[in-house]
């Protein structure tokens, strides 16, 4: 399996960074420290999957979905043996990859 937390110089996607989505500000900060510094590079081009990231917006419409869900997915369609790190439990429960495929994910339990 891929580590999720591979902190060689370079080596971070977009994927492995998005753990930052949901902390506090100063975090977010140093992220962006990181990317400034180069530290942390982002290899994720949007617009060429924008079809694909409409497609699973539009299929969750209801839950809703939105972008940063959305390119995860796409990410983990991309990225067969992975693991995301989410706050979202409900959310990654029910989102599916390539269809049907359940996406593997950590979250911490909820109380």
Do not use: W
């Amino acid at each position: 399996m891929e580590s999720v937390l591979d902190t060689s110089p370079g080596s971070l996607s977009a994927f492995r960074i998005s753990v930052f989505q949901h902390v506090s500000m100063s975090a977010f900060g140093f992220s962006f420290q990181l990317l400034e510094r180069e530290v942390l590079v982002v290899d994720f081009a949007l617009n060429a999957r924008a079809g694909r990231i409409a497609q699973l917006m539009e299929k969750y419409r209801d839950a809703p979905m939105d972008l940063a869900d959305a390119c995860l997915v796409v990410m983990t369609e991309e990225t067969k043996n992975c693991q995301v790190i989410t706050l979202d439990h409900t959310d990654f429960s029910f989102y599916r990859r390539n269809g049907r495929e359940v996406i593997p994910f950590t979250s911490p339990e909820k109380n």
